[in-house]
């Protein structure tokens, strides 16, 4: 065995990689050879192309060691991605293996992303055949549209959707082209000589895999990072004969016709025991996959990506194991038995990333056959740019940080930011742009953040929808209502939805139709659906969240003297705001969950409200401070439109409504007041509204009316809405804001540091 092994745990895979380019350093620094060291991946193209960029930043050579798979090239793994499509009735997962083959760029090159893109966040898991493709993507492109209209309409941000139906229509071309290569009947029985040649015309020709191998041979080029050309020249030929070969034997054995599934397995079986020697084209590291350490020795074997439920695996070897996972688990064993033994005498490391894609990874269980490894938390490492530029930090850093998508040759201002800087803010965005301007930059005018979703569970977001469209579903019903033509006081008072308490179970029935109806319309076969409707609906033994909301929503009726009247309420107001020496016009869009009023004498009282699934993390301070603008603004906002209207109303709360997203929740729902007035408060306790806590810094607010403390508030968002209009977005986080952001390979901050208040030029 191996004299240390180590299983360490990076912060993610990008530090993975460095770890272990700086123990080669440290080693060679120590007097080892290049020689001595191997870097062992697992096979993940995510690693290799990690280590082929960060390996030249720290000056590490590497090596290629072989004898090498015919499976594992990149050739070898496009053919096997695609036969999967094909017998797997066009899975999503395999349309994306198929699309990280770097060979298959013409294919790729428009739409791959947005279709994996929209897959991901329209749900489409794939196995139904390419008809569902077509069926759901037409469908998503008719929404969008639909969309933009009303968009356009309200004056929403028109321009989203219609980059939103560029997307689709993208998407449905690349769908188009595969299908035009790969759709085949994959049921039906075929002899073996029509599936070799069918192989050939379909994956091979038909997504021009020997035009892509020519014009890298022309080019001399390596395909992708991590595969020479004569390699995959080699592993191309040795695939063809193989196809030869499997049509010469079924016709020699008279093999019985298979369906197309069965022939794959049978074939590719073949080609997995395939493998090329090429030699090592250059000193350095050895990077080598755990099968090609075999009767190999080293002082240090490094591995990356020593996580469960991807360890050990070879690139290619997913085949295995859904069709034969007995020989999968026995390659996996062997993998694993290389590795130890090619670091007989030696050191063994062990290297994971602690979170993939914001989940938290565990050690693969392989972990369980070396008892005598020590497990331990590997220090952040040193980053290569860092060390090695000696330029000062300021200059460096706008060197790196150009960003081509801006680089208007004559200065002139790029369509984006034009963009940008004529909109209506919402609040979410002035969040966005208090939290970090580059931030904002990166995610929501270059789009960098990619969304992901789980198909298995509702996300937090989706189950406040499910209860927005479900408590405003019950209202119209209650109480249908046309659409608000005039806004006067007598309409707007009639419009107040009052929830009679003697007619309580008559709503509890109201609702549990509607649930029944929602989840209908939606197909809610999710797996914790079940679980999903019985935290709505509750059992015979305890009241769900939807019967918890309903008699809170009649005893706060009842309490206050408020009901809601205006629902979902758009407005797009130019607000005024103080700007010191002059007032400032402040363009807003909102979008108001609903709007409560109450009849105070002559005069007319109201409260904004929004519905979120939790409230308690809502507190004042940050509202005040401005950093949780939503509220300030729909107040303006509703002041403003009403005003202009001739209808003369005081705002004396905003309120989060929360419906709780589970029933061992005692505080859900709730109702929790973040700015109000002494009108709102009043003198004793409420018992179906909660007021945030008041620090002692704000202790004089309350004594203010509402519209003052609103009128102190806004000015705050003036800043961002000038470095908007400035074209800057300068790399300054708020207090934890870098936590959760994951822009941090974009703005450098770990390099560079956040922007300070006179560094002008420190930004995009
Ligand atoms: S990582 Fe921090 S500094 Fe960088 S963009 Fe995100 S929030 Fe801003």
């Given at each position: 065995?191996?004299?240390?092994?180590?299983?360490?745990?990076?912060?993610?895979r990008?530090?993975e990689?460095r770890?272990?380019?700086?123990?080669v350093?440290h080693?060679?620094?120590?007097?080892g050879?290049?020689?001595?060291?191997?870097?062992?991946?697992?096979?993940?193209?995510?690693?290799r192309?990690l280590?082929?960029?960060?390996?030249?930043?720290y000056?590490?050579?590497?090596?290629?060691?072989?004898?090498?798979?015919?499976?594992?090239?990149?050739?070898?793994a496009?053919?096997?991605?695609?036969?999967?499509?094909m017998?797997?009735?066009?899975?999503?997962?395999?349309?994306?293996?198929?699309?990280?083959?770097?060979?298959?760029?013409?294919?790729?090159?428009?739409?791959?992303?947005d279709?994996?893109?929209i897959?991901l966040?329209?749900?489409?898991?794939?196995?139904?055949g390419?008809?569902?493709w077509?069926?759901r993507?037409?469908?998503?492109?008719?929404?969008?549209?639909?969309?933009?209209?009303?968009?356009?309409?309200?004056?929403?941000d028109?321009?989203?959707?219609?980059?939103?139906?560029?997307?689709?229509?993208?998407?449905?071309g690349?769908?188009?082209?595969?299908?035009?290569?790969l759709?085949?009947a994959?049921?039906?029985?075929?002899?073996?000589?029509d599936?070799?040649?069918?192989i050939?015309e379909?994956?091979?020709?038909?997504?021009?895999?020997?035009?892509?191998?020519?014009?890298?041979?022309?080019?001399g080029?390596?395909?992708?990072?991590?595969?020479?050309?004569?390699?995959?020249?080699?592993?191309f030929?040795?695939?063809?004969?193989?196809?030869?070969?499997?049509?010469?034997?079924?016709?020699?054995?008279?093999?019985?016709?298979?369906?197309?599934?069965?022939?794959?397995?049978?074939?590719?079986?073949?080609?997995e025991?395939?493998?090329?020697?090429?030699?090592?084209?250059?000193?350095?590291?050895?990077?080598?996959?755990?099968?090609e350490?075999?009767?190999?020795?080293?002082?240090?074997?490094?591995?990356?990506?020593?996580?469960?439920?991807?360890?050990?695996?070879?690139?290619?070897?997913?085949?295995?194991?859904?069709?034969?996972?007995l020989?999968?688990?026995?390659?996996?064993?062997?993998?694993?038995?290389?590795?130890l033994v090619a670091?007989?005498?030696?050191?063994?490391?062990?290297?994971?990333?602690?979170?993939?894609?914001?989940?938290?990874?565990?050690?693969?269980?392989?972990?369980a056959l070396?008892?005598?490894?020590?497990?331990?938390?590997?220090?952040?490492?040193?980053?290569?740019?860092?060390?090695?530029?000696?330029?000062?930090?300021?200059?460096?850093y706008?060197?790196?940080?150009?960003?081509?998508?801006?680089?208007?040759?004559?200065?002139?201002?790029p369509?984006?930011?034009?963009?940008?800087?004529?909109?209506?803010?919402?609040?979410?965005?002035?969040?966005a742009?208090?939290?970090?301007?580059?931030?904002?930059?990166?995610?929501?005018?270059m789009?960098?953040?990619?969304?992901?979703?789980?198909?298995?569970?509702?996300?937090?977001?989706?189950r406040?929808?499910?209860?927005?469209?479900?408590?405003?579903?019950?209202?119209?019903?209650?109480?249908p209502?046309?659409?608000?033509?005039?806004?006067?006081?007598?309409?707007?008072?009639?419009?107040?939805?009052?929830?009679?308490?003697?007619?309580?179970?008559?709503?509890?029935?109201?609702?549990?139709?509607?649930?029944?109806?929602?989840?209908?319309r939606h197909?809610?076969?999710h797996?914790?659906?079940?679980?999903?409707r019985?935290?709505?609906?509750?059992?015979?033994?305890m009241a769900?969240?939807?019967?918890?909301w309903?008699?809170?929503e009649i005893?706060y009726q009842?309490?206050?003297?408020?009901?809601?009247?205006?629902?979902?309420?758009?407005?797009?107001?130019?607000?005024?705001?103080?700007?010191?020496?002059?007032?400032?016009?402040?363009?807003?869009t909102?979008r108001?969950?609903?709007?409560?009023?109450?009849?105070?004498?002559?005069?007319?009282?109201?409260?904004?409200?929004?519905?979120?699934?939790s409230?308690?993390?809502?507190?004042?301070?940050?509202?005040?401070?401005?950093?949780?603008?939503?509220?300030?603004?729909?107040?303006?906002?509703?002041?403003?439109?009403?005003?202009?209207?001739?209808?003369?109303?005081?705002g004396?709360?905003?309120?989060?409504?929360?419906?709780?997203?589970?029933?061992?929740?005692?505080?859900d729902?709730?109702?929790?007041?973040v700015?109000?007035?002494?009108?709102?408060?009043?003198?004793?306790?409420?018992?179906?509204?909660?007021?945030?806590q008041?620090?002692?810094?704000l202790?004089?607010l309350?004594?203010?009316?509402?519209?003052?403390?609103?009128d102190r508030?806004l000015?705050q968002?003036?800043?961002?809405?000038?470095?908007?209009?400035?074209?800057?977005?300068?790399?300054?986080?708020?207090?934890y804001?870098?936590?959760?952001?994951?822009?941090?390979?974009?703005?450098r901050?770990?390099q560079?540091?956040?922007?300070?208040?006179?560094e002008?030029?420190?930004?995009?």
């Amino acid at each position: 065995v191996p004299q240390q092994i180590t299983i360490a745990q990076c912060a993610s895979r990008l530090d993975e990689v460095r770890t272990a380019l700086m123990e080669v350093r440290h080693m060679v620094a120590s007097g080892g050879a290049l020689t001595d060291i191997c870097l062992c991946l697992p096979g993940s193209t995510d690693y290799r192309q990690l280590l082929d960029q960060q390996a030249r930043l720290y000056g590490v050579p590497l090596a290629m060691s072989l004898p090498r798979r015919v499976a594992t090239t990149r050739i070898g793994a496009a053919i096997a991605a695609a036969c999967q499509v094909m017998t797997g009735g066009w899975q999503r997962i395999d349309l994306q293996r198929l699309f990280a083959e770097p060979l298959l760029e013409s294919i790729r090159a428009t739409g791959a992303a947005d279709l994996i893109e929209i897959a991901l966040r329209d749900r489409i898991r794939g196995g139904l055949g390419v008809e569902h493709w077509h069926e759901r993507l037409e469908w998503g492109l008719q929404a969008t549209l639909a969309s933009k209209e009303r968009a356009s309409e309200s004056g929403d941000d028109v321009f989203a959707r219609d980059r939103s139906v560029r997307a689709y229509e993208r998407a449905r071309g690349v769908v188009q082209r595969l299908e035009s290569h790969l759709h085949v009947a994959s049921t039906e029985e075929l002899p073996g000589v029509d599936f070799a040649s069918m192989i050939m015309e379909s994956v091979v020709g038909g997504l021009q895999l020997d035009e892509a191998l020519e014009r890298a041979l022309v080019a001399g080029q390596a395909v992708a990072d991590d595969s020479v050309i004569e390699v995959e020249l080699e592993a191309f030929d040795k695939i063809r004969d193989s196809l030869t070969l499997y049509a010469s034997l079924a016709q020699d054995h008279e093999l019985p016709a298979l369906t197309l599934a069965e022939h794959v397995s049978a074939w590719w079986g073949m080609v997995e025991k395939m493998s090329i020697d090429v030699g090592t084209h250059h000193a350095g590291v050895t990077v080598a996959t755990p099968a090609e350490l075999r009767s190999r020795r080293f002082r240090h074997v490094i591995v990356l990506g020593f996580i469960d439920g991807e360890f050990p695996r070879t690139a290619g070897s997913y085949f295995d194991e859904e069709l034969l996972p007995l020989v999968a688990r026995r390659l996996d064993a062997e993998a694993m038995a290389d590795m130890l033994v090619a670091a007989i005498g030696g050191r063994l490391t062990m290297l994971l990333p602690k979170m993939i894609d914001d989940t938290l990874t565990i050690p693969s269980t392989f972990a369980a056959l070396v008892p005598q490894a020590q497990f331990v938390q590997a220090d952040e490492p040193p980053v290569a740019a860092h060390q090695h530029d000696t330029r000062d930090v300021g200059e460096a850093y706008r060197a790196q940080q150009h960003v081509q998508l801006f680089a208007g040759a004559q200065g002139e201002v790029p369509e984006e930011i034009a963009q940008e800087q004529s909109r209506r803010m919402s609040a979410s965005r002035f969040d966005a742009m208090t939290k970090c301007p580059f931030a904002y930059l990166a995610t929501k005018v270059m789009r960098l953040d990619t969304a992901s979703s789980d198909d298995a569970r509702l996300t937090a977001l989706e189950r406040g929808n499910v209860m927005h469209e479900l408590i405003a579903e019950f209202f119209h019903r209650v109480m249908p209502r046309q659409a608000l033509a005039d806004v006067t006081r007598e309409e707007l008072l009639s419009r107040r939805v009052e929830l009679d308490p003697a007619g309580i179970e008559r709503y509890w029935e109201l609702l549990c139709r509607l649930v029944d109806e929602y989840a209908e319309r939606h197909a809610w076969t999710h797996t914790y659906a079940v679980a999903e409707r019985q935290a709505l609906v509750g059992s015979p033994a305890m009241a769900g969240l939807l019967r918890r909301w309903l008699e809170l929503e009649i005893e706060y009726q009842q309490e206050t003297g408020f009901a809601p009247a205006l629902f979902e309420l758009t407005l797009q107001e130019d607000l005024v705001v103080d700007g010191g020496a002059v007032s400032v016009a402040l363009p807003i869009t909102a979008r108001i969950d609903r709007v409560d009023l109450r009849q105070a004498g002559d005069d007319l009282e109201f409260t904004v409200n929004d519905y979120k699934p939790s409230a308690s993390n809502y507190a004042m301070n940050a509202v005040v401070e401005g950093t949780l603008s939503q509220m300030p603004i729909y107040l303006k906002a509703t002041a403003t439109w009403l005003a202009r209207h001739g209808v003369p109303a005081t705002g004396v709360g905003a309120v989060y409504r929360s419906f709780g997203s589970s029933i061992n929740q005692a505080e859900d729902p709730m109702n929790k007041v973040v700015l109000y007035d002494q009108r709102l408060k009043g003198a004793g306790r409420s018992r179906t509204m909660k007021f945030a806590q008041i620090s002692k810094s704000l202790a004089d607010l309350p004594e203010l009316t509402l519209a003052e403390q609103v009128d102190r508030i806004l000015p705050q968002l003036l800043a961002p809405r000038a470095e908007i209009l400035g074209g800057t977005f300068a790399v300054r986080p708020a207090k934890y804001a870098c936590q959760t952001c994951r822009m941090s390979e974009f703005c450098r901050i770990r390099q560079w540091g956040p922007a300070t208040a006179d560094e002008k030029g420190h930004h995009a």
